[in-house]
């Protein structure tokens, strides 16, 4: 019964996923436009898009869209958005398993899934050319391969982990330092066997582990960190802080709203700026971009430059900064999802390929209520967040977990509000790790006695 109720509840996330899908493609324009440009590169034998001198991207997702584009032709689209579909289907079953892992309690399972049915939002993202989708899933699956490795360490599994943490960096940078939260669940473990008896007799981790996952992780890594050395003159996954920054450092509202500093970087870019044909709005971060880029600096050297000057202006005026920046973390929880994608546009870059506008009425209207357009549902989430985050914590077989769920979307919270403008496209990649903690937390509240967890059978 368990199981058909569970295989239910993915269905109807299926459907709703499909609804929302039939509804048309996100026109190809900005990120996706991009996106779409490396692809045909690769495409054209440019694996390693050399020929395209920008350090702000990684290669998986261009990757993945040249495939398909390759294996289906003009009907491509159709298969990357029902690829993207199962995606984010797959993500939710990962999430649902990384709920059983923490909790040894089957019900988590289903509770993770029933918790992440309403969701509606982060739907729209599988009809657009975006890395969203294909991340949540690798994120997800390294999740659930890393605490499998915590609970049973084996070197099989650490080389998992290598490779889910490479498949990750290489579709989103975001992820480089979520090691973090990993080793603070490691010595939580550790800790937690000193504690038992006959602790020597239990297989457990191994630095061979760490060497191993570390080598799996450069192996896939280093040809994409060699190919921005050879282009751009050091070895680096992406080069896009400066731009980040410019963002929260000059722009108003969110941003600090500072004025560029007195100083020898700031200058340098002034200069470069003035030889613009047209007047350049210094708080423009692409406008400031693109003209560094034509007054003779690489790409990188172009976020390197920003990046001096946003540095520069931070260290005249810390307060304002970190003001602003603890008010863009907390938003982080709270920005409203208040403009849906254009979906069933048919844009100039889709032109030769195969659309589709179904018009499914019910999905639009389940779009217009939909709870992340409010910024009052936004707050009394992420206010239940904390509560299943503190029942999880009270629970002693579940205590370290709940310390890596809370370092984990602490992470994200602090990353994105340090160096973007709070939006809910930032904040969707983090929707299945809500559902596993709200999951867990719904299973351990209704189990009838405390489970002690493995630590390391």
């Not at 290598?162 to 990993?182: C, E, M, Q, R, V």
């Not at 100083?263 to 003209?291: C, Y």
């Not at 430059?305 to 304002?320: G, H, N, S, T, Y």
Request: glycine share 4%; net charge positive.
């Amino acid at each position: 019964m368990r199981q058909a109720l569970l295989c239910i509840a993915i269905v109807l996330i299926a459907i709703k996923s499909v609804a929302v899908l039939l509804n048309g493609p996100v026109p190809l324009e900005r990120d996706s436009l991009g996106y779409w440009t490396l692809s045909t590169l690769v495409m054209n034998g440019d694996f390693f898009m050399t020929d395209s001198h920008i350090s702000y991207r990684t290669p998986l997702y261009p990757w993945f869209l040249a495939a398909c584009r390759l294996l289906y032709g003009s009907h491509s689209f159709w298969f990357i958005a029902l690829v993207q579909v199962a995606a984010y289907v797959g993500s939710i079953w990962f999430a649902s398993t990384l709920a059983l892992q923490i909790t040894r309690l089957p019900f988590s399972r289903f509770a993770t899934i029933i918790c992440l049915l309403p969701a509606i939002s982060a739907t729209q993202y599988n009809a657009a050319a975006l890395s969203e989708s294909l991340f949540v899933l690798l994120l997800t699956l390294h999740l659930c391969a890393f605490i499998k490795y915590a609970h049973h360490p084996n070197q099989s599994q650490a080389v998992f982990v290598g490779l889910t943490l490479a498949a990750l960096l290489l579709t989103k940078p975001i992820s480089l330092l979520l090691w973090i939260a990993h080793l603070i669940l490691i010595l939580l473990y550790v800790m937690r066997r000193r504690k038992l008896e006959h602790a020597d007799k239990i297989h457990f981790y191994k630095f061979s582990h760490l060497f191993t996952a570390a080598c799996v992780l450069l192996l896939f890594i280093s040809p994409w960190v060699f190919r921005n050395h050879l282009i751009f003159g050091r070895p680096s996954l992406t080069e896009f802080a400066g731009r980040n920054l410019w963002i929260v450092t000059f722009q108003d509202g969110s941003g600090a709203g500072l004025a560029l500093p007195r100083s020898s970087a700031s200058q340098e870019l002034t200069q470069r700026l003035l030889h613009s044909p047209t007047q350049i709005d210094p708080t423009a971060t692409w406008s400031v971009s693109n003209q560094l880029t034509r007054s003779g600096l690489s790409d990188a050297q172009s976020d390197r430059l920003m990046k001096q000057v946003c540095i520069d202006a931070i260290q005249q005026e810390p307060r304002q900064f970190a003001t602003r920046m603890l008010r863009r973390i907390i938003n982080f929880w709270r920005c409203a999802n208040t403009d849906l994608l254009k979906q069933g546009i048919r844009g100039e870059g889709l032109t030769p390929l195969q659309t589709w506008n179904q018009d499914v009425v019910w999905s639009k209207r389940l779009l217009d209520v939909r709870a992340s357009q409010s910024v009052l549902c936004n707050t009394i989430l992420a206010v239940v967040i904390g509560l299943a985050l503190g029942c999880l914590l009270l629970n002693h077989s579940t205590r370290p977990a709940a310390i890596w769920l809370s370092l984990i979307l602490a992470y994200f919270s602090v990353v994105t509000g340090t160096l973007e403008i709070p939006d809910y496209r930032y904040r969707l990649i983090i929707e299945p790790i809500i559902g596993t903690t709200f999951g867990s937390a719904w299973a351990v509240l209704l189990s009838k006695k405390e489970r002690i967890a493995a630590i390391a059978d």
